[in-house]
Nanobody
Framework: QSQLVESGGGLAQAGGSLRLSCADPGHTFSTYHMGWSRQAPGKLREFVAG????????VYGSSVKGRFTISRDKAKNMLYLEMQDLKPSDTAVYYC???????????????WGKGTLVTVSS
């Protein structure tokens, strides 16, 4: 079954941390590039971070670079997003994605989970 399942969202205070997880229960995407995007209310989907299929090349959106870290555990078929120094502007629904063509933009990823909500209070 090809699906991605995000978890770990919730409420955090500005300056705090959260860790998002994305599970691939069907073991479908182990050879895919993967990434995270987010969408805040009334705004367009924004690329957050991407990681290549092997896990050795990482890219970040400018608004999160230096604060967020993407990683994957291929043995566990898991993708993670470690978020630090959170800001109210990070409030959004975060989506996990996978694709074969690339990992540097939202359009590179073809398969998406249903998302997990992150709310950052000031």
């Amino acid at each position: 079954q090809s699906q991605l399942v995000e978890s770990g969202g919730g409420l955090a205070q500005a300056g705090g941390s959260l860790r998002l997880s994305c599970a691939d229960p069907g073991h479908t995407f182990s050879t895919y590039h993967m990434g995270w995007s987010r969408q805040a209310p009334g705004k367009l989907r924004e690329f957050v971070a991407g990681i290549n299929w092997n896990g050795d090349v990482l890219v970040y959106g400018s608004s999160v670079k230096g604060r967020f870290t993407i990683s994957r555990d291929k043995a566990k078929n898991m993708l993670y997003l470690e978020m630090q120094d959170l800001k109210p502007s990070d409030t959004a629904v975060y989506y996990c994605g996978a694709g074969l063509s690339g990992f540097r933009s939202t359009s590179d990823l073809s398969y998406w989970g249903k998302g997990t909500l992150v709310t950052v209070s000031s």
